[in-house]
């Protein structure tokens, strides 16, 4: 039984999420999802996301291959994240290679390639010039 985790903000659940989410699936039996909270997600991006921390992880945990979620407070937390739900596997898109290096020591570190042409800004973007 292997434990897989991953993190993300996931506003405006779309396409590019689904698939990350079901590939992480894959490498074990158990995903684990941190949620990037409001705030982390502001000090981030510099912005307010779409939906709200409760409708993101409402959406998350009703995906049938995710097991359990929880809430990433910060970006710091991420060792103590990793051994509190003693991941076998962080699995992140390509977009953060290289970034999470630093915890193969405990975890394999895994970049799969992110679904291309779709992203939650883009998504802004479109919808702006409807
Ligand atoms: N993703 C993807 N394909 C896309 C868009 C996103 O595979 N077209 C992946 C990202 O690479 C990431 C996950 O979906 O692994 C969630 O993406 P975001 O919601 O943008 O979250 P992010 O800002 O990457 O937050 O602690 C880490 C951060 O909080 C991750």
Known sequence: MKNI???GTFDIFHYGHLRILERASKY????????SSDKLNFNKKK???IYTQE???HIISSLNFVDNIFLEEALEFKRDYILKYKADYLIM???WTGKFDEFKDI???IYLPRTPD???TELINKIKKL
């Open 93 to 95: 898109g390509c977009d």
């Open 118 to 120: 779709i992203s939650t």
């Open 107 to 109: 975890c394999e570190v």
């Open 55 to 57: 409708e993101r992880m």
């Open 28 to 35: 074990g039996s158990n995903l684990i999802v941190g949620v």
């Open 5 to 7: 985790l991953t993190f």
């Open 47 to 49: 912005r307010n996301t």
